[in-house]
T-cell receptor, first 115, second 113 residues
Framework: DSGVTQTPKHLITATGQRVTLRCSPR?????VYWYQQSLDQGLQFLIQ???????AKGNILERFSAQQFPDLHSELNLSSLELGDSALYFC??????????????FGEGSWLTVV | TQLLEQSPQFLSIQEGENLTVYCNSS?????LQWYRQEPGEGPVLLVT?????EVKKLKRLTFQFGDARKDSSLHITAAQPGDTGLYLC?????????????FGTGTRLLVSP
């Protein structure tokens, strides 16, 4: 158990719909990262928040958005869903704001299937 | 275009065999990490290498960072079924202009009893 909690574990939704994925970081961790893992693209970095502020942006689509709340939990919002958005979405957390010297802990992921 | 290419993509071996997984890039990374991901779980950090030429050992796993910090290898001695999983290398991309941890394409290892 990494200490990072993600909900829901699985969800199936139709194209055009909107879903919200939730992440609670490890106790004491200020950074939250979101990753998308698909068979053809591998593990792709989406976005990072540090202590409530956006820290780094990766390959996140405009249809996707995220935020980190004062209690440090984070939500990833996916809208106007397409079949190609089907993937495993991981949340990860770390104490610091960068990767150097920080261990990043991954949650178990949220499986999204768009039908 | 993937910054980090791993080879082989898939490896199926018998228990007791040795293997090496490679992680290559044309970019220099300030540090490089190796993760193992098991089905239904997130990646778990195995090791971080920082210095060019550095070698780290974790039981039967040996990790090496290339002298130029552009590549790395993972060698497993006497593989066990418990070693089965997806192995991912990841580089600190800040030196390449990326403010993010860049993951490799992955090597899926299957160790049969």
């Amino acid at each position: 158990d990494s200490g990072v909690t993600q909900t829901p574990k699985h969800l199936i939704t139709a194209t055009g719909q909107r879903v919200t994925l939730r992440c609670s970081p490890r106790s004491g961790d200020l950074s939250v990262y979101w990753y998308q893992q698909s068979l053809d693209q591998g593990l792709q970095f989406l976005i990072q928040y540090y202590n409530g502020e956006e820290r780094a942006k990766g390959n996140i689509l405009e249809r996707f958005s995220a935020q980190q709340f004062p209690d440090l939990h984070s939500e990833l919002n996916l809208s106007s869903l397409e079949l190609g958005d089907s993937a495993l979405y991981f949340c990860a957390s770390s104490v610091g704001g960068d990767f150097s010297g920080n261990t990043i802990y991954f949650g178990e992921g949220s499986w999204l299937t768009v039908v | 275009t993937q910054l980090l290419e791993q080879s082989p993509q898939f490896l199926s071996i018998q228990e007791g065999e040795n293997l090496t997984v490679y992680c290559n890039s044309s970019s220099v990374f300030s540090s490089l990490q190796w993760y193992r991901q098991e089905p239904g779980e997130g990646p778990v950090l195995l090791v971080t290498v920082v210095t060019g030429g550095e070698v780290k050992k974790l039981k039967r796993l040996t990790f090496q960072f290339g002298d130029a910090r552009k590549d790395s290898s993972l060698h497993i001695t006497a593989a066990q079924p418990g070693d089965t999983g997806l192995y991912l290398c990841a580089g600190d991309g800040r030196n390449t202009g990326f403010q993010k941890l860049v993951f490799g394409t992955g090597t899926r290892l299957l160790v049969s009893p």
